[in-house]
């Protein structure tokens, strides 16, 4: 699977971006996580692609209720969009895809993801 993420920009403390991910073949579930300079990466938010799962998400709790991820199935495509956006935001975000089902507490992990996009940063400014 590859992963094509773009849609990073500049943009100022309580705006909005949406990040967009296109792989080349329909994973099972895919996931965005972001690094901070000095910082590990973090998990963001991940959806389960496939019917079983019926599109179950979840974020981390810094995020949630100001970000949304969606799909496109016919694009094999995933979204992220990004509202009231903080500082603390700023970081490269990346999107991961797994090809194969896992269950959906590991979705959280960033080993459990086997395809990486190459990140677009994010910089929120204040």
């Known amino acids: 699977v590859q992963l094509q993420a773009c849609g990073g920009g500049l943009v100022q403390a309580g705006g909005s971006l949406r990040l967009s991910c296109a792989a080349s073949?329909?994973?099972?579930?895919m996931a965005w996580f972001r690094q901070a300079p000095g910082k590990e990466r973090e998990f963001v938010a991940y959806?389960?692609?496939?019917?079983?799962?019926?599109?179950?998400?979840g974020f981390s709790e810094s995020v949630k209720g100001r970000f949304t991820i969606s799909r496109d199935s016919a694009k094999n495509t995933v979204y992220l969009q990004m509202n009231s956006l903080k500082p603390e935001d700023t970081a490269v975000y990346y999107c991961?895809?797994?090809?194969?089902?896992?269950?959906?507490?590991?979705?959280?992990?960033?080993?459990?993801?086997?395809?990486w996009g190459q990140g677009t940063l994010v910089t929120v400014s204040s």
């Open positions: 991961a895809a797994r090809a194969t089902r896992k269950v959906l507490t590991e979705l959280r992990y960033p080993t459990t993801y086997e395809y």
């Open positions: 073949t329909r994973p099972n579930h």
């Open positions: 959806i389960a692609l496939s019917a079983l799962s019926g599109g179950a998400t």
